[in-house]
C-alpha cells in the first residue's frame, strides 16, 4: 500500500468512525510508525479536510471549503529553526500572508497559534522577538513537521507559494 492509498484508507476509518482514533491506534492498522501517521494527518489537513486532534485520538469533524474572497490555504512543512527566516521570506515575498502555524502535539493534540506575517517588517519583528524572548519555535516539538495557512490572491497564486517552498526543500511531498 502507498501513501495515498494510506491516507484514504485513514480518511475513510475516521469519517465511519464513532469515537476518536489515536495515531497509535492507525499506525498499528497500517504497519507505520506513529510519525508517519501524525504526516499523513497533516497532509490529510492540507488538503482541506478538518481533522480534529485531541488527547484522546483524531476526528473528521467536515470538509471545508477555504475558497473565500481571499484564498486561503494550508501546507505542511518540516524544517530546522535555521530555515525558518528563509521560510518566512519565500512566503511574503511571493506575496502571501501567514496566518497561523499549527502543530500536532501527542499530548494536547492541535496546537495553532496565530502569526498573521504579511510584511518584511513582520517577519523581523517576529524574528527579533523570538531571539529577545529566547522562545523556541512551535515546530521544535514536532521535529519540525507543521502546518501553515496562508493566503493568497487566487488558488494560482497559492501554487506559486507552494512551489516555492518546494524549492527550498521544506515542503511535505502530498503524495
Known sequence: MNAKQRREKILSLLTHAVNTITASQLAEEFGVSRQIIVSDIAILRVNNYDITSTNRGYRLTKNI?????????????????????????AI??????????????PVYGLITAP????????????????SHQKGELLSSLTNGVHIH????KTPEHFATIKETLD?????????
Do not use: C, R, W
Open 115 to 130: 502569526l498573521h506575517i504579511e510584511h518584511p517588517s513582520d517577519i523581523n519583528q517576529f524574528m527579533e522577538e523570538m
Open 65 to 89: 471549503d477555504p475558497a473565500t474572497k481571499f484564498y486561503k490555504g494550508k501546507v505542511a512543512v518540516q524544517h530546522t529553526a535555521e530555515q525558518t527566516l528563509a521560510e518566512l521570506h
Open 92 to 105: 511574503i515575498n511571493a506575496g502571501g500572508i501567514l496566518y497561523d502555524i499549527q502543530i500536532d502535539h
Open 149 to 152: 495557512t496562508i493566503g493568497a
Open 167 to 175: 524549492q527550498l526543500g521544506i515542503l511535505i511531498d502530498e503524495q
